[in-house]
């Protein structure tokens, strides 16, 4: 006998993946069948290419209460490796820098008001996207 059935996944619940997913399906032998053998098959891999996703808060609060302490784009299905984030005083001074994308920016040592930042991020096929704009820091 054969038995089917549909099974669908999810990567929503996933904290942060690289740009492409790769899936396959596998076939599992019950160990109970007349031979004892309990084999399984695998299908061919397949890689889907997910854009990018990316949003960025336009203000943090950084006083501590654990709720939007931190500047920290959202971003999912990207390249770790082409990952930049850059934010800049009024003046223009560099102020923080990550390569890390679970990393963002605590407004230490800097007054309320706003800053400028700049994000780098490369897709899963290396192409480079950029995003500037305001961020307001509120304490």
Do not use: M
């Amino acid at each position: 006998t054969s038995r089917s059935f549909i099974k669908q996944d999810t990567i929503y619940e996933l904290e942060y993946i690289n740009g492409d997913v790769c899936y396959y399906v596998e076939a599992l032998e019950s160990n109970n069948n007349i031979f004892g053998y309990a084999e399984a098959a695998r299908s061919n891999l397949v890689c889907l290419d997910y854009s990018p996703r990316v949003f960025i808060p336009n203000a943090f609060t950084p006083d501590e209460d654990f709720i939007n302490d931190v500047f920290l784009p959202d971003v999912n299905f990207i390249e770790i490796l082409g990952y930049k984030l850059s934010v800049f005083d009024r003046a223009g001074n560099l102020i923080y820098v990550t390569t890390d994308p679970t990393k963002g920016w605590d407004g230490q040592g800097e007054g309320i008001g706003v800053y400028a930042y700049f994000l780098q991020l490369q897709n899963a096929r290396g192409e480079g996207l950029n995003f500037s704009g305001k961020v307001s820091l509120i304490r």
